[in-house]
């Protein structure tokens, strides 16, 4: 779980045009540290403009940084986020106070799947507007992703999209993943709607047949999401830009959690790979 939390959120961007990183003041404790991969495990609250309260693993920019400190230290920093990636510029002790739980107090931890869990069955409505429940799609290897069409970040969103196309046409060629499905859902349920994943998918030249897009309601997809460590909150500069992380599930013929890829760095040839080591449905 721990291992699963660090990997799922280390990437962290602001998904904005600005070049310049931007800087955010946090303020929390310390629960754990991590010095041979210069992290640190930060229970924090309300970052306004970038994310809600959470427990969240920050990497810092000088292992100095985390000198002298240690779990339960109550801590201001800074947070610095860049296109591709955040980290922690300073950190000040101002106090220090009894770790309550430093092995899962993660509200998204917590939330988290595992793998071999289920996939919860939320309701999902598809590109034409016709339901389409994760069980809709039992009996089919499932890769799962998260983005919003509007996204202007091309190493974001747009990535998953190229990523997924590439992943649709080697399917296409490749007798024994006939059955691999591949489902992108928005986080952006205001915006993309039904009808703009469908001139989205279009636009990807994706399959019908093999390629959903899906939305729900706003609660239910960020819950989801939040299964998968993806979070997406506005961000402060735009109201049409949202800032958020990545997450790529595969998921088995019968619904259960195979793994997760965080963030922007799998191929999608370690995609299909994934996929072609999960079982294949019985016939
Ligand atoms: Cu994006």
């Known amino acids: 779980m721990r291992r699963l939390l660090l990997s799922a959120l280390v990437l962290i961007a602001a998904c904005a045009r600005t070049p310049p990183a931007k800087e955010y003041q946090l303020h929390g404790q310390i629960l754990d540290i991590k010095p041979d991969t210069n992290e640190v495990l930060v229970k924090h609250g309300d970052i306004p403009g970038f994310m809600p309260a959470m427990t969240m693993p920050y ?101 998953m999209d190229r990523n997924f196309a590439a992943v649709q046409n080697e399917v296409g060629k490749t007798p024994g993943l006939g059955d691999v499905r591949l489902v992108s859902v928005t986080f952006d349920p205001d915006y993309d709607t039904p009808a703009v994943l469908k001139a989205h998918a279009r636009t990807l030249q994706a399959d019908p047949a093999v390629w959903h897009f899906v939305t729900a309601g706003k609660d239910d997809i960020l819950g989801f999401a939040a299964k998968f460590g993806v979070t997406a909150v506005p961000s402060d500069e ?34 299909l790979a994934d996929l072609t080591a999960a079982p294949a449905p019985a016939h």
């Open 59 to 159: 990497t810092v920019g000088d292992a100095k940084l985390l000198a002298g400190k240690q779990p339960g230290d109550l801590i201001d920093a800074t947070l610095v986020v860049g296109e591709t990636e955040a980290h922690l510029s300073q950190i000040t002790k101002t106090g220090h106070a009894p770790v309550v739980d430093a092995s899962g107090p993660a509200i998204t931890a917590s939330e988290m799947l595992k793998v071999g869990d289920p996939v919860p069955d939320t309701k999902l409505i598809d590109e034409d507007n016709a339901a389409r429940p994760l069980s809709s799609l039992k009996g089919h290897r499932v890769a799962l992703t998260f983005i919003y069409t509007r996204c202007p970040q091309p190493d974001f969103c747009p990535l």
């Open 238 to 271: 735009s109201p049409t830009v949202i800032t958020h992380n990545l997450s790529t599930a595969v998921i088995d013929a019968d619904g259960r959690l195979v793994k997760i890829h965080p963030g922007n760095g799998w191929t999608p040839a370690e995609l």
